[in-house]
């Protein structure tokens, strides 16, 4: 089955930084890779996602790359802000029809200090 | 005001009971989910259903089960077989048609054993 790995666990950074998250999976058969911000205390929601057709794809500050050869990919924020503080999940599937089985990443806490 | 609900918010229970953790969502998804969040091991799937009175196992089923006996509503039974129950638990529901593979998340359920 599918596994995901994500590096780092931890990521502190200064106001203004960039920060970068990487992922890897291991079936060659996921298409679908989402990224999903948890704040603390609060549901994890979708901040991102990129599918198996396109290299790259950005949404204002946040983008995410995806290598399909190597089987990588990585979301990365420009110009951080403390409300990006959070821990950030990668995830993969493969996604034709019906239902959506995601398996995470485990997850990068990011601390961003003004 | 869509979304997806879990109750109770926080349970706490004895070694040896079961307990049934609720999930209700009014988003008219077919495909409903359950994930279990440990500390630094992400999300870890369940269950997960993608048409009532069907389900499947997840990553790790063992000591839980399922119902769907309606499309708005998937419990989750901790039974007393489950090792290791005390952990956050996540529902999550999706559509199974058209070009979007976003879970939505409840609040989830923190389940405590004493």
Known sequence: ?114 | DGGITQSPKYLFRKEGQNVTLSCEQNLNHDAMYWYRQDPGQGLRLIYYSQIVNDFQKGDIAEGYSVSREKKESFPLTVTSAQKNPTAFYLCASGRTSGNTGELFFGEGSRLTVL
């Open chain 1, 1 to 114: 089955g599918e596994n995901v790995e994500q590096h780092p666990s931890t990521l502190s950074v200064q106001e203004g930084d960039s920060a970068v998250i990487k992922c890897t999976y291991s079936d060659s058969a996921s298409n679908y890779f989402p990224w999903y911000k948890q704040e603390l205390g609060k549901r994890p929601q979708l901040i991102i996602d990129i599918r198996s057709n396109v290299g790259e794809k950005k949404d204002q500050r946040i983008a995410v790359t995806l290598n399909k050869t190597a089987k990588h990919f990585s979301l990365h924020i420009t110009e951080t802000q403390p409300e990006d503080s959070a821990v950030y999940f990668c995830a993969a599937s493969s996604l034709s029809g019906g239902y959506n089985k995601l398996i995470f990443g485990a997850g990068t806490r990011l601390a961003v200090h003004p």
